[in-house]
């Protein structure tokens, strides 16, 4: 066993790290991720030959087991019982922040639930390094995971999403970005998009534009490869109608709306229950 944060003795509780690792450019590892690998007694990797190929880069030669989400059930409760006998284990995802879209859960609940420490080591994430680069807003955003796979469930949760006031930020699969393009137009119109793609390969690109436009560039490809970060620009601020209740309402009427539909769409417009506008209504009449 490895010195520093590796020094254990049987009996004492161990501890699990979860290193972050590159998304691309070997050269984004952080010196205390390097040396955590090093002295730790095991690595549980998402892929072992994926994590091996960075393991070789680095010279690190600490064992690996296999760690992801056709085994986390199981394995979980192996390895939480490992550092409680005074383990040192670090988890490593494919590419990344570990639990970020990726197994780990299960893992990190199992060894608080031991009593074992959880310590994370910070480092590349693509969620970021594509959000600082989009020119989209960055004092609020929202991170949804990969975007449903079937298109009526896609276009229900971006609808959902249509009033949201921050940056939306999703992982998206190549061969689905065009349509989840094409989703966005439908759901909320012509927003402004990024589509960060290879972040930090030798291909990385940045394609920013209407959904719409970004959508022609992409559909005008043979193919689209690479991994691929989506971002949505937050909502606009909705322009204040100061328009008196019972005029707004009225307005509505006169266009063939029922009154008490009316009544319905100008509580929701204007943040109030429908008693509110009821009543205001009710008074001038």
């Known amino acids: ?74 394995r979980a409760g192996e390895l939480a019982a490992r550092m409680k006998d005074g383990a040192s284990i670090a988890l490593v995802s494919d590419a990344g922040m570990p639990l970020v879209s990726d197994p780990g859960y299960r893992l990190v609940r199992a060894a608080i639930d031991a009593g074992v420490t959880v310590e994370a080591v910070p480092g590349a994430s693509a ?11 960055t004092d609020a955003f929202r991170f949804g995971g990969f975007l449903p796979h079937k298109a009526s469930q896609r276009l229900k949760l971006l609808e959902s999403l ?15 970005i065009v349509a989840a393009l094409e989703a966005i137009e439908q759901a909320l119109g012509q927003r402004a998009v990024v589509v960060a793609r290879e972040l930090t390969k030798i291909h990385e690109e940045f394609l920013r534009g209407t959904a719409g436009d970004v959508r022609a560039q992409l559909a005008a490809r043979d193919a689209v490869k690479g991994e691929i970060t989506l971002l949505i620009g937050k909502a606009e601020a909705p322009a204040v109608d100061d328009t008196p209740l019972r ?21 929701r417009q204007r943040g109030l229950s429908k008693r509110e506008v009821y009543d205001e209504v009710a008074r001038g009449e």
Request: aromatic share 4%; proline share 2%.
């Open 1 to 74: 066993m490895g010195g520093g944060d590796a020094a254990y003795t049987q009996g004492m509780s161990g501890v699990l790290r979860l290193v972050a690792t590159p998304i691309g450019n070997l050269e984004d590892m952080t010196y205390r991720a390097v040396r955590v690998l090093r002295e730790a007694d095991l690595i549980a990797c998402e892929d072992t030959r994926q994590t091996r190929k960075l393991l070789d880069h680095y010279g690190i030669h600490t064992p690996t087991i296999s760690y992801h989400e056709h085994n986390e059930a199981t």
């Open 162 to 176: 249509a009033g949201a006031a921050e940056t939306l930020i999703f992982y998206e699969a190549p061969h689905r």
């Open 247 to 267: 005029e707004a309402v009225d307005g509505l009427v006169r266009e063939g709306m029922a009154k008490m539909d009316a009544i319905k769409q100008v509580a």
């Open 127 to 137: 969620v970021v390094t594509a959000l600082a680069a989009s020119g989209l807003a």
